[in-house]
Nanobody
Framework: QLQLVESGGGLVQPGGSLRLSCAAS????????ISWFRQAPGKEREGVSC????????NYANSVKGRFIISRDNAKNTTYLQMNSLKPEDTAVYYC????????????????WGKGTLVTVSS
């Protein structure tokens, strides 16, 4: 009933770009802060980026800062992660997650999770 669905993953060459989408259904996304996570093979899940309800504040992990851009379109009930200058180490399953919030964003206590989309960066 309440779910997030990621899309846009796939195979891309190093230096290339992908745009991931996270579409919400069953709830209105504008009441939620959104975070993107990733889990690479053999590694722990890590927070990548997050965005506040309004979209006015964003945060990025140091590993992706300057390369990734998070955004949201509340009218479309969708959040995006634009990934540029991709590196092989960006290869991972990427997840979006939502948390009901009044302000701020982080990577803790998320209420809803998508099932993930695989991004593979390889030549």
């Amino acid at each position: 009933q309440l779910q997030l669905v990621e899309s846009g993953g796939g195979l891309v060459q190093p230096g290339g770009s992908l745009r991931l989408s996270c579409a919400a259904s069953g709830f209105t996304l504008d009441y939620y802060a959104i975070s993107w996570f990733r889990q690479a093979p053999g590694k722990e899940r890590e927070g990548v980026s997050c965005i506040t309800r309004s979209g006015r504040v964003t945060n990025y992990a140091n590993s992706v800062k300057g390369r990734f851009i998070i955004s949201r379109d509340n009218a479309k009930n969708t959040t995006y992660l634009q990934m540029n200058s991709l590196k092989p180490e960006d290869t991972a399953v990427y997840y979006c997650a939502a948390k009901e919030a009044t302000f701020g964003c982080d990577y803790n206590d998320m209420n809803y999770w998508g099932k993930g989309t695989l991004v593979t960066v390889s030549s």
